[in-house]
């Protein structure tokens, strides 16, 4: 049986390890115990040379045996080129179907074409891609229905993961309703002032009773102009218009020709002609006092704003009883205990209405929850599953298709445009031998949190502790881990550290770390020393020598000068190059000895 992983249990004795390295990647025959307590290989008759039918439907329900398919509820994206294989298989299955768009002739030359491509050792759906139509495009209707396919399957998965968590009660439904009681009524406080409200707006204040008076500006009498409309320069003379409804007039002095020169002069003189046009056009004047701020405008000052709010009340409650008396009824229902129903929708509260009991809340937030989701109350929607998010694209696997055209490079998962600022150092990455063999990269748009030992363990107790004391937190900006999934090491960036090249950097030293660690002893021995003598000086001891090494390292990427012996330095930048190459062996060493909880590189925040 093929077994997943790169490289044998590191616990196996060498005999046993040369068989599975011939075997390539085929463990030793199992072994049982016999009558005479002796080991010995399982000797499997004739008659069940063949497996069971249930274990046969076992193993296709477990495709390609990945452990990352087992519990797999298609809500996200698969790491590597998982994704793209499901798809391919899904869409050789719906090319040899009855139901398939190719003609008999054409699946005969499918079949041959991928037949030949596994004797050739050659991906067959990349052979199929290359040869099998002129017009690449023509591939894009098939994988579109196998990606509709996967994505209803996705979708059933969902469903079913849902009434599980339901049935076996580990996800309680939501009920959607609050408990509003009836707040405790304070005592009576003779109101000072006046009722209703005054608000700022636009900078000038205003009063208002909502529902029984419309807002009214609070205007100082002292502000009140002399004359409507506005006195305006034009070079040095001044000039008096009301727009709309007067004309520009000249503010002529007497027994001058031209206008004023003064404001004084020219505010007096505009004062005499209001007064005049009142006495010749009674009419024109109430339509000008009608239709422009003859008032003032509202003031600008709260404390004059409250007493002339009073004193407008005191001539309301006098000269319009009826106006005060509506002001001052209470319309408001009487408090009582109730239920609100609310639903959340893009993150947002959604105020649904208020009930007398819960049930009936309970039954509007039901109500609305399946009209706006179209699943029952308790379903978790917020992880159903989205094609685009789940399933590769044609203009992605073709992009795929064509880097493997080209050569081997290494793959990157995510929005290659999202990166802009790293694209040098990916297209650095792309030319290194064993980083285009045995890394991948992930962009991720999440921002998590780091707990505390990843904290520590990333940067040290001291950092940590006092990011605690100036009450911030950290937040993982990348990680270097080994993929399960891919068998490759696996570099993840994460929101807050897509435009930064050191934090990538970093990761990558991490690597050539633990590679000078394996391939070069004489430049380790130079970095154990330069980090015991840092301890010395007095650096934090639980800051870890291979994150203190790769952040130095990221700097000196970065055109920083550190401390690091010169040896370390060249040899970390010789294996991040063109110019050198790392023995399979040592890679192989790597990755056998990799920790799956790698430390991360951290942001405040």
């Known amino acids: 049986m093929h077994r997943h992983g790169t490289s044998p249990n590191p616990h196996w004795s060498e005999d046993t390890r040369k068989v599975?390295?011939?075997?390539?990647?085929?463990?030793n025959w199992p072994t049982v115990v016999n009558e005479r307590g002796e080991k010995a290989p399982i000797d499997i008759a004739e008659g069940q040379g063949c497996l069971s039918d249930r274990?046969?439907?076992?193993?296709?329900?477990?495709?390609?045996?990945?452990p990352a398919l087992r519990d797999y509820t298609g809500t996200n994206r698969l790491s590597g080129d998982l994704p793209y294989q499901v798809i391919e298989d899904v869409l050789d299955v719906l090319i040899r179907k009855r139901f398939s768009p190719l003609e008999e002739i054409q699946k005969a030359r499918y079949d041959k074409i991928v037949e030949d491509a596994n004797r050739q050792g050659i991906d067959p759906f990349f052979a199929a891609y290359s040869s099998f139509f002129t017009h690449k495009d023509r591939w894009r209707p098939l994988w579109n229905t196998a990606r509709r396919w996967l994505h209803g399957y996705s979708v059933l998965l969902w469903e079913a993961q849902n009434e599980l968590w339901l049935a076996e009660g580990r996800r309680v439904p939501a009920s959607g309703v609050v408990y509003k009681p009836t707040k405790t009524a304070a005592p009576m406080v003779k109101k000072k002032g006046v009722p209703g409200t005054i608000y700022l707006n636009n900078g000038r204040y205003y009063w208002v009773v909502a529902n029984k008076m419309k807002p009214r500006p609070l205007i100082d009498p002292k502000s009140k102009p002399k004359s409507p409309g506005t006195i305006f320069q034009d070079g040095n003379r001044y000039y008096w218009i009301i727009p709309g409804l007067l004309k520009r007039q000249r503010l002529v002095p007497r027994g001058e020709k031209f206008s004023a020169q003064d404001r004084t002069a020219a505010e007096r003189i505009a004062y005499q002609m209001w007064n005049q046009l009142r006495r010749d056009d009674p009419k024109l004047a109430e339509t000008i006092l009608k239709r422009t701020r003859s008032q003032g405008l509202a003031t600008k000052d709260r404390a004059v704003a409250e007493k002339i709010a009073a004193t407008v009340w005191r001539h309301i409650k006098k000269n319009d009883p009826e106006l005060a008396a509506k002001i001052l009824t209470n319309n408001r229902p009487k408090a009582r205990d109730h239920w609100d129903a609310q639903i959340v929708v893009n993150g947002k509260h959604r105020f649904v209405g208020s009930f007398q009991t819960r049930s009936e809340a309970e039954a509007a937030y039901a109500k609305e929850f399946e009209k706006v989701h179209g699943y029952p109350p308790g379903y978790n929607v917020q992880?159903?599953?989205?094609?685009?998010?789940?399933?590769?694209?044609?203009e992605e696997e073709k992009a795929r298709l064509e880097q493997m055209n080209e050569h081997p490079r290494m793959p990157v998962i995510g929005r290659l445009t999202a990166v802009e600022a790293l694209r040098s150092m990916i297209e650095r990455m792309q030319t290194v031998d064993w980083v285009v063999n045995n890394v991948i990269l992930v962009l991720d748009d999440n921002s998590?949190?780091?707990?505390?030992?990843?904290?520590?363990?990333?940067?040290?107790?001291?950092?940590?502790?006092e990011l605690k004391r100036r009450g911030k937190r950290a937040v993982i900006r990348g990680s270097a881990s080994l993929d399960r999934d891919t068998g490759r090491i696996r570099i993840t960036l994460y929101n807050q550290g897509l435009d930064d090249k050191r934090v990538l950097a970093e990761e990558i030293h991490h690597i050539s770390f633990k590679i000078i660690r394996y391939a070069s002893p004489g430049?380790?021995?130079?970095?154990?020393?330069?980090?015991?003598?840092?301890?010395?000086?007095?650096?934090?001891?639980?800051?870890?020598?291979?994150?203190?090494?790769?952040?130095?390292?990221?700097?000196?990427?970065?055109?920083?000068?550190?401390?690091l012996p010169r040896q370390a330095v060249r040899h970390a930048r010789r294996i991040f190059s063109t110019r050198n190459t790392v023995c399979d062996s040592v890679m192989e060493q790597v990755t056998t000895n990799w920790s799956f909880s790698e430390p991360t590189c951290l942001l405040r925040s």
């Not at 046969?56 to 477990?62: I, Q, S, W």
């Open 20 to 27: 599975w390295y011939d075997a390539q990647r085929i463990t």
């Open 55 to 66: 274990t046969v439907e076992a193993l296709r329900e477990m495709w390609r045996r990945s």
């Open 383 to 394: 992880c159903i599953p989205k094609i685009d998010k789940v399933w590769p694209t044609w």
């Open 448 to 465: 998590p949190a780091a707990p505390q030992d990843v904290a520590i363990q990333s940067r040290g107790e001291k950092w940590y502790g």
């Open 523 to 563: 430049a380790f021995e130079a970095i154990q020393r330069w980090y015991k003598c840092q301890l010395g000086k007095g650096s934090d001891p639980t800051f870890s020598m291979p994150d203190v090494f790769s952040s130095n390292m990221a700097l000196e990427e970065c055109g920083t000068r550190t401390s």
